[in-house]
């Protein structure tokens, strides 16, 4: 099981638009968004006017067309938004304001691989209330406000643009939902972390306090355990951790430790592991030599069989 098969994926695109360039630094008239499992992966803002990659296999993996072609239809929806920004502000008789639009699709994992489409999502909001949202599964749209009427009449009498929405949620957005994160696979390969397990000194002269460290780690999935005879330990066998922690180099660490007799006689462990890509680190604190030994070490990138 591969890092595609094991969670709900996500892929979302959120677009901005003010009624007017407020002339604030970082505050742009309009701005869009690409989010892949509530990460940032491309960003367009009215005055760069270039769709550009967040993340470093969508810069690797995509082709110069698809950067020049999302340009465009950015380019294209700014238009749209500075059109139906002014047709709302005459509607509703203001002037500065923020229209929101967000689209796209979620999806859950199979065991072989697949995707099953879950649910899509396409709404919009005005002043950062509900204005008007697609029901996907009755195919209409659904109108939060009065102000909203008139434009769900309007397009529910538009079966071309039903149609669209129907087909973009469940087709075209799931397609490049797989494309991207297959993207992401093969481009980030986990680096291999480094362990170290090692003993303190405890207040109490009877005691030791054990230490279980993995730094160096670049995918959030890694998860760190101690154990002793087997058994995974808690915050209830008195286990305190660090959580995870940026190295500063696009890397993670983080530790955990326990206190413990220094007669204690049990085998202690201390486990990285990796689902997605399968890797599993593995030592053990020999506490009559006060030392830890490599026992295993099984890196293994699985190949991905989704498609």
């Known amino acids: 099981q591969n890092r595609l098969c094991d969670k709900r994926h996500s892929l979302h695109y959120i677009y901005t638009a003010l009624s007017r360039n407020v002339k604030m630094p970082g505050i742009h008239e309009f701005t869009a968004m690409g989010m892949l499992d509530n990460t940032l992966i491309d960003y367009f803002d009215s005055d760069r006017q270039v769709k550009f990659p967040k993340q470093k296999w969508m810069k690797a993996e995509l082709k110069e067309d698809y950067w020049k072609k999302g340009t465009e239809s950015r380019q294209s929806k700014q238009q749209w938004f500075k059109v139906n920004i002014e047709i709302l502000m005459k509607r509703l008789n203001q002037n500065t304001h923020v229209l929101q ?26 002043d950062g209330q509900n204005f008007l949202f697609f029901d996907d599964e009755n195919q209409v749209w659904v109108a939060s406000v009065t102000a909203a009427k008139a434009t769900k009449m309007k397009w529910d009498n538009v079966s071309d643009l039903r149609k669209y929405t129907m087909g973009y949620l ?23 972390p480094d362990v170290f397990l090692f003993a303190g000194k405890s207040k109490v002269e ?18 760190l355990q101690m154990k002793r005879n087997g058994h995974i ?8 951790s660090s959580g995870v922690r940026p190295n500063g180099d696009d890397t993670y660490q983080i530790r955990d430790h326990v206190e413990i007799f220094k007669s204690d006689e049990s085998t202690y462990t201390c486990e990285v592991i990796d689902v997605p890509s399968k890797l599993h680190l593995h030592k053990v604190w020999v506490e009559w030599s006060g030392a830890c030994v490599c026992v295993c070490v099984c890196v293994c990138v699985c190949v991905c069989v989704c498609l």
């Not at 009877?206 to 998860?223: D, K, P, Q, R, Y």
């Open 101 to 126: 639009w967000m689209h796209g699709c979620e999806a859950d994992s199979q065991p072989d691989g697949s995707f099953v489409f879950h649910k899509g999502i396409d709404m919009y909001s005005y």
């Open 170 to 192: 469940e087709n075209e957005c799931m397609e490049w939902m797989n494309t991207f994160l297959h993207a992401d696979l093969a481009f980030s390969s986990p680096a291999v």
């Open 206 to 223: 009877e005691n030791i306090i054990l230490t279980c460290m993995a730094t160096g780690f670049s995918s959030l999935h890694t998860v």
């Open 233 to 240: 330990l808690s915050k209830e066998d008195g286990v305190e």
